[in-house]
């Protein structure tokens, strides 16, 4: 198949390398005006792991011209986090860009892979990815103070899954907090987070990434094996293959239907244990932190750590 603007061979999206990177960069672009995500006046904090998304974000927006700093944070998920940690190094050492790491182990104590073994032998059920991204979000907003936005790398195939999930759960609370800008209204409580990528395939990063010869692993986080975010991407790849652009429907019908999601202003208060914003006394990192408490202190054998 050729370019639809040249006659040379097309790599995605019906476009050819160059303008492929162009028609890419352009969406990014639209993106951020369309929905008045920043401006370059305003100091921005990109959520990185080291993975396709968050580094074609980072390097995007620095190239752009936006004032970017990288905040990643380590789970100590054995040589998969590792290695991710290391080619995020380079790509911010070859561009220039600053880079926060935060480290669970550092902050909590303990790796996740050790977490969610102890939480699991007290009887809960907390996946992984669950365990993962409560305390990803807390440590995010935690240090992002000062800055005026957190970007994160969720693209259109993450966001489509997330709507189509929180239909199956019958959860438009959830839903409701989705979008290129997340939440349902402004906090001083928390960071602004958003979504440049909101409009970009999946397929479309990666093959941005791909081409610009990032440093990436394009394996998938080993504890993610059993997610159930992962039966609704096969369910929406399948669809996709013999229904064309049904993933830009679901994300379309999600816009189109905002205005008439929106609630009330929900007052966010702070949790009593370490003051961060929290709906309940005691919030969810910290409910998750005391149940480790009564457990001895001894490392669980796990291959990932």
Do not use: W
Not at 217 to 240: G, M, T, W
């Amino acid at each position: 198949m050729t370019c639809k603007k040249c006659d040379k061979k097309a790599v995605c999206s019906d476009f050819c390398r160059g303008h492929f990177i162009q028609y890419l960069e352009t969406k990014v672009r639209k993106t951020i005006r369309q929905f008045k995500l920043f401006s370059k006046n305003d100091k921005i904090a990109v959520a990185v792991s080291g993975g396709k998304d968050s580094t074609v974000i980072l390097y995007l927006l620095h190239k752009l011209g936006y004032k970017v700093e990288g905040i990643t944070v380590d789970a100590l998920i054995g040589n998969y986090t590792k290695k991710n940690l290391e080619n995020l190094r380079e790509v911010c050492k070859k561009y220039e860009i600053p880079l926060k790491e935060i480290s669970f182990r550092k902050e909590f104590g303990y790796s996740l892979c050790y977490i969610q073994s102890v939480l699991k032998n007290k009887g809960y059920a907390y996946s992984s990815c669950t365990i993962c991204g409560a305390l990803r979000r807390y440590l995010l907003n935690k240090y992002a103070k000062g800055f005026d936005v957190i970007v994160t790398g969720h693209n259109l195939d993450d966001e489509a899954q997330a709507f189509l999930m929180n239909i199956f759960r019958n959860d438009v609370k959830v839903a409701k907090r989705q979008g290129p800008i997340s939440g349902l209204g402004k906090s001083d409580k928390f960071v602004k987070r958003v979504k440049p990528l909101y409009q970009c395939l999946e397929k479309e990063v990666e093959t941005y990434s791909k081409l610009m010869k990032f440093p990436v692993n394009y394996e998938e986080c080993p504890c993610s094996v059993e997610a159930y975010r992962k039966q609704f991407r096969h369910i929406l790849d399948d669809f996709e293959k013999k229904h064309p652009s049904v993933k830009y429907n679901v994300i379309n019908f999600f816009l189109s239907s905002l205005h008439e999601m929106k609630e009330e202003k929900v007052e966010i208060g702070s949790c009593k244990k370490c003051g961060e914003p929290s709906s309940n006394d005691i919030c969810k990192v910290c409910l998750i932190l005391d149940s480790l408490k009564s457990e001895p202190n001894k490392k669980k054998n796990c291959p990932q750590c």
